[in-house]
Each structure stands twice: as C-alpha cells, then as structure tokens.
C-alpha cells in the first residue's frame, strides 16, 4: 500500500546516541507503507531538549502520532509535550529501564515495537504532574508516566554506574539499589493528601506511581494502574536489616498474589488494607503535597530531577493517548481458535474462518 495525500501523518522524535538511525528509519518507513500511513517526519533529541519540544512541535504541524524513540527520559519528555494534544504517542524503547513500556506490556523489541506502533490502536493514560520547590527558592513543573518521589529511587538513579549498565543492562541497577538501602529512615516529610490533615512521618522513600513496576518487572506498587485516574504511593520505612527483610519478603509475597489474581481474572487490590506492614504502607490519592525539612534528590521516570525541598503531585485522568497492540481476536464459547481445522458441511477439513 503507497501513502496518499489523505494517509495518516507521523513523526519520529529520536535519540541518535540510543539507535542506528539508518536502521531505524528503514524499519519505520516499511511500518508506515504496511500500515497506511504516509511521509514521516524526523525530529532529533537534544541534550537541551529531550523530546518535549519537538513532539510539541510534530502535533502542531498536523502528526496524528508522534514516536518517540530513546530511552525513558525521551518517552517521558515526548509524552508531556502531547499531553492533551490529542496526539498518539507511539514507544519504540532503545533504553536499559524502557519502564513505560515494560507497564503497558509493550514490545521492547525494536522491530515487534515498529509494527505495535504503525499497526496497533489507541489507548488512553493517565498523566501525572510534580511541582517541584528547589534550595533557591524557584519553581518547576515536570510531568511524568510511571513514578517519581525521594528516596530509593532517586538514589538508585544518583548510584547506577553508567559504564556498568552499558556492560549488562538492566542489572546495574540492582548494584545501585543495593548501594541506596543505607541511610535508615532519615527524610522527613511533611505531607497532606487530598487537602486532608497535614502529618508528619520519617521515611526512607517515598514513591508515587501512576504505573507500578520496577526493572525486572518488581511491582513496587502492584495495584497502580495506568488509566485509573488514581495515583498509588508508598512510604517505606524499615528498621534495620530485619525491616529491609520484611520489606522485600512483602514485596515478594505481593508478586505472588498479582499473579494469582491475574490467572483467576479477579480485579482486586493488594495494598491498602490490614495486611499492609509498617515498613511499607500503601495509599492512593489524585493529590500530594511534602515539605521536606532537608533537601533531597528528586527522580522522574528513571531520570535524576536535582534536590528539591518540596513537591506537589497531581495527576490528569486520561490525558495522554498510547499506541498499543491491537489485541488477539476473542473466541466464543465452544468456538474453534481461529487458526484450528474444523469440519465444513461435505465433511471436508477446512481452516476455522474458510467458507463453508
């Protein structure tokens, strides 16, 4: 199929350190003839912009998808430039974490993600917003798709050593984590959810999701959800190399049951009640404001935001339209799978789905 003047437009905003361009512009125009869509657009990454500018600008110029193409601080960045765009944002993750990715059960391959992306429908995300307060005294607004907060995370960030994720990936950052469990419960916050009574409270982190898994897949937040309108947070605060177990052990034992509710097709929540532990308590709210009484290092999807000295988080039910696989065809009850042979009226074998 040859594009058109009524083909659909995209663009394609790009990190060159993160892929071989001549590569990917290969697969994508062959995505885009496949599919139906016309001329791409191309929009290169800078280290001044990484990818908000340019996905902004590829919507105002008419891109009915805008990929983004990098690592997650170029999926973060193109997705805050087409929040409420209207905008398909299309992931084709080349990073060590590709967190968004990996919580919407996208294909991390490069060409699966292609075809995802030319070929696949839209879905529609939560966007969630951290107003941050810096020592000085200024202001920033940053939004983000999967988790932000102080603590371990952002400590892992500050302690992943570059060379060593380039040599095995993902797997550095156990090292760094490892490194970020020291400390105790030594951030102090000061925080109000939902315009209810300010608290008080020491922690070691304090994580706030719209999405809940970790690299490897380790749900930190196992109930977060995407497009629920809801963002989950947790505050963990062990004692001592005991609580570090309690932690991890419940962190373990939620995995399990994630996975079991998902085989029983039940939708229930995991955190937030009884069985929650004090090293590791679980909320939810669409509003969150913290006073920190030192500075801490802030982290936005995987990326290092600086110290800030207070943050407000809220979030945007639904702002944020994704490509996503186009899902298998649902077989009726007693239904052959499309594919399977089956009987036709003369008896003759035939593929489910052929004409009698």
Avoid at 233 to 246: C, D, E, K, N, S
Avoid at 275 to 284: G, S
Avoid at 293 to 318: N, Q
Avoid at 341 to 348: A, C, P, T, Y
């Amino acid at each position: 199929m040859h594009s058109t003047p009524t083909s659909r437009q995209a663009a394609v905003v790009y990190n060159p350190v993160k892929v071989d361009v001549d590569e990917l512009k290969s697969l994508v125009h062959a995505a885009a003839e496949k599919h139906g869509w016309g001329d791409v657009a191309w929009f290169e990454t800078t280290v001044e912009d990484p990818g908000l500018g340019q996905a902004k600008q590829a919507a105002e110029e008419g891109a009915e998808m805008v990929v983004a193409c990098g690592g997650d601080g170029t999926v973060r960045a193109a997705a805050a430039g087409l929040r409420d765009t209207g905008a398909s944002l299309g992931i084709i993750p080349q990073g060590t974490g590709n967190l968004l990715a990996r919580n919407l059960s996208l294909p991390l391959e490069m060409e699966d993600a292609i075809d995802t992306v030319f070929g696949g429908q839209d879905t529609r995300i939560d966007t969630c917003t951290a107003e941050l307060t810096r020592p000085d005294g200024s202001t920033e607004s940053l939004d983000f798709v999967v988790m932000a907060g102080v603590g371990i995370d952002a400590q892992m960030i500050v302690n992943t050593d570059d060379d060593l994720k380039k040599k095995i990936g993902f797997l550095a950052y156990g090292v760094a984590i490892a490194k970020s469990l020291a400390g105790g419960n030594r951030i102090r916050v000061d925080y109000r959810l939902d315009g209810g009574a300010r608290h008080r409270t020491r922690v070691h982190s304090l994580i706030i999701g719209n999405c809940g898994d970790l690299v490897a897949s380790v749900p930190l937040l196992p109930d977060a959800q995407a497009n629920d309108g809801i963002f989950d947070l947790v505050a963990i605060r062990p004692t001592g190399v005991f609580g570090w177990a309690q932690v991890f052990g419940k962190i373990g034992h939620q995995m399990w049951e994630k996975f079991r509710l998902r085989v029983l097709r039940r939708d229930e929540r995991i955190t937030g009640g009884d069985d929650d532990i004090k090293a590791l308590q679980y909320v939810t709210g669409t509003r969150l404001e913290v006073t920190l009484k030192h500075p801490e290092v802030f982290e936005v999807d995987g990326d290092e935001a600086g110290e800030v000295t207070a943050f407000t988080i809220t979030i945007d039910p639904e702002s944020l339209v994704v490509r996503e696989p186009v899902p298998e065809p649902v077989t009726e009850p007693g239904e052959p799978a499309p594919g399977t042979k089956k009987f036709d009226e003369d008896g003759q074998v035939a593929e489910h789905g052929d004409s009698a």
